[in-house]
C-alpha cells in the first residue's frame, strides 16, 4: 500500500469508493450496524468522512478522529462502547493519525517527530500539533496517547457538535448530571462501520484513511463490541492492511494497542 510522507501529497480517500453508494441497511430506529455478511440497501452516501471546506493546501482535512468516534458509540443512541480511558486512546491516536496523514508528523522508533510546522486547516489539528511544537524533544507514541487522551474525548465531541453531527443531551441525577453525544443522523453514525465492513468483505484494499481507522478499532477492541461473530475475520483483515502499510502507520496501530491493554489490565 502506497504511503507518502511528503506533506505536499494528496489524501486520497473518498468515501464513496467503500460501497459504490451503499450503506446501511435498516435505518429504523431499532436498527444496528449491518453485519459484513449482509445486504447493503443501495441510497446517497450519508456524509464525507474528510470536511467540506478546503482543507491542507486546499485539500479537505481527515477527519479520522471523527470517524473513530463514530465506531466508538451505538449509532442509534450514543451510548459509549468502550471504557472512557481506552475511548480518550484510541481517540488521541487518530488525532495523531489526522496529522501523520498529511505529513506533519511522523512516528519512528516508538517516538513522535513533527515534520511539517504548516499550519493545519482544522482548528483541533491546530491545536494538537501546536501542543508537539511546544516541545523542545521528541517524545514517545504512549506518551503522547496519553497525554492527550486526557481532553481527546471531549475536543473531538465538540468538534462533531460543531458540524452538526452530534446533539448534547444531558441527563441530571441526584448526585450529579451525565452528559450523552447522541448522533443527528443514525445512517452518518453508522457509515466507518459499513464502509470498513463493505471493503473487507469483498477483499478490496483500504486507502490509509481505513487502514489506520480499521487499526484503532481492533487496538481498541470495539469490534469485538460491534461485529459480534464477524469480529475474528474483521481483525485478520485488517492486520494484513496494517501488515502492508508504512512503519509509521504501523508503530501508531501498534502503540495504541499496547496502550489500550495496558489500560485494561490496570483497571481489572
Known amino acids: 500500500m502506497a504511503y507518502d510522507l511528503d506533506p505536499r501529497a494528496l489524501h486520497r480517500h473518498d468515501p464513496r469508493s467503500a460501497t459504490d453508494k451503499e450503506t446501511l441497511a435498516g435505518a429504523g430506529p431499532g436498527a444496528r450496524h449491518a453485519a459484513p455478511g449482509e445486504a447493503i440497501a443501495s441510497v446517497a452516501v450519508p456524509y464525507s468522512a474528510t470536511s467540506s471546506h478546503g482543507g491542507f493546501l486546499g485539500w479537505r482535512w481527515p477527519l479520522l478522529a471523527d470517524d473513530m468516534f463514530r465506531l466508538a458509540h451505538r449509532d442509534s443512541t450514543g451510548a459509549p462502547l468502550l471504557d472512557p480511558h481506552v475511548a480518550g486512546l484510541g481517540l488521541s491516536a487518530a488525532l495523531l493519525g489526522e496529522l501523520l496523514l498529511t505529513g506533519h508528523l511522523t512516528v519512528r522508533d516508538g517516538l513522535v517527530a513533527v515534520t511539517d510546522r504548516s499550519t493545519p486547516s482544522d482548528v483541533l489539528a491546530h491545536k494538537v500539533l501546536d501542543q508537539l511544537v511546544s516541545e523542545r524533544e521528541d517524545h514517545t507514541v504512549r506518551t503522547w496517547l496519553a497525554y492527550l487522551g486526557r481532553g ?117
Open 152 to 268: 481527546a474525548y471531549e475536543e473531538v465531541a465538540d468538534r462533531l457538535h460543531r458540524a452538526g453531527h452530534l446533539r448534547i443531551q444531558t441527563s441530571r441525577w441526584v448526585f450529579g448530571r451525565t452528559v450523552r453525544y447522541v448522533p443527528t443522523d443514525m445512517n452518518t453514525a453508522a457509515w466507518p462501520w459499513a464502509r470498513l465492513a463493505g471493503l473487507l468483505r469483498r477483499g478490496h484494499p483500504l486507502d490509509d484513511f481505513d487502514t489506520l481507522l480499521g487499526g484503532l478499532a481492533v487496538a481498541t477492541d470495539v469490534h469485538r463490541v460491534v461485529l459480534i461473530g464477524e469480529a475474528d475475520a474483521f481483525a485478520s483483515a485488517l492486520r494484513r492492511a496494517i501488515s502492508a502499510a508504512a512503519n509509521p502507520l504501523q508503530e501508531l496501530v501498534t502503540h495504541t494497542r499496547t496502550a489500550a491493554g495496558d489500560a485494561v489490565i490496570t483497571k481489572t
